[in-house]
């Protein structure tokens, strides 16, 4: 019963979203939330799914290798930001200092 509620709380957490726009206190709540996450080494996108990073087309497993093939595959993300996250976590995961 409990792995059961625990399942559900899950679902309902990952389905959840926050309300745009934050006030100053509420957003520094958040980004409090995700330094202790990032602390514990748990990677928390700020704004979305994976898939909301990719360039457009790119879905499924096939096509994500294929994107990452190319050395720069990186600067093929359209969004800045997004690809500045993306490359600060990744350094984060595979521990790259510099």
Same mark, same amino acid.
């Given at each position: 019963? +409990?792995?059961?509620? +625990?399942?559900l709380s899950y679902v309902?957490? $990952?389905?959840a979203t926050l309300r745009e726009p934050l006030d /100053? =206190? *509420? *957003?520094?709540a958040v980004d409090a939330e995700l330094r202790r996450l990032l602390f514990d080494r748990i990677f928390v996108l700020r704004q979305g799914d994976i898939e909301d990073y990719l360039p457009p087309g790119v879905a /499924?497993?096939?096509?994500i290798v294929e994107l990452t093939v190319d050395r720069n595959w990186?600067? $093929? #993300?359209p969004w800045? !930001?997004? $690809?500045n996250e993306l490359g *600060?976590?990744?350094? !984060?995961? #595979? !521990? =790259?200092?510099e």
């Open positions: 019963m +409990r792995c059961k509620i +625990r399942f309902e957490g $990952r389905c /100053d =206190v *509420q *957003q520094a /499924d497993i096939k096509s990186i600067n $093929r #993300l800045a !930001e997004r $690809r *600060q976590m990744m350094c !984060e995961v #595979l !521990e =790259v200092t």
